[in-house]
């Protein structure tokens, strides 16, 4: 079991700038192929970044592209998403999420399914 908890949320102003974290806990002697996902309110979840096991290759959602960047510190455990130039549509819950399977993740990184583990997740809320 891995256990996977969010933090760095918070309440920001446009324009400005957020990093997440995501600290895996438990059996973490694998690492793991990890992804963030958000939900804003009464809408669906929705991919937002992914990041290889080994860091190499990363992967955005359009609307976020050029703005965030995901990265890892497998020392640590730890998964980050620096989050620049927010804006309201920003706001939601922001999970992360580990993936047991590591083959043709280019296929389906943004999968929500294909994810094993989830954190609790960590509001943002951007205001205009």
């Known amino acids: 079991q891995v256990q996977l908890a969010e933090s760095g949320g918070g309440l920001v102003q446009a324009g400005d700038s957020l990093r997440l974290s995501c600290a895996a806990s438990?059996?973490?002697?694998?690492?793991?192929?990890m992804g963030w996902f958000r939900q804003a309110l009464r809408k669906e979840r929705e991919f937002v970044a992914a990041?290889?096991?080994?860091?190499?290759?990363?992967y955005y959602a359009d609307s976020v592209k050029g703005r965030f960047t995901i990265s890892r510190d497998n020392a640590k455990n730890t998964v980050y998403l620096q989050m620049n130039s927010l804006k309201p549509e920003d706001t939601a819950v922001y999970y992360c999420?580990?993936?047991?399977?590591?083959?043709?993740?280019?296929?389906?990184?943004?999968?929500?399914?294909?994810?094993?583990?989830w954190g609790q997740g960590t509001q943002v809320t951007v205001s205009s």
């Open positions: 990041i290889s096991w080994s860091g190499g290759r990363t």
């Open positions: 999420a580990a993936s047991l399977s590591t083959i043709n993740f280019g296929l389906w990184y943004a999968a929500s399914g294909r994810y094993d583990y």
């Open positions: 438990g059996r973490t002697s694998r690492t793991y192929n």
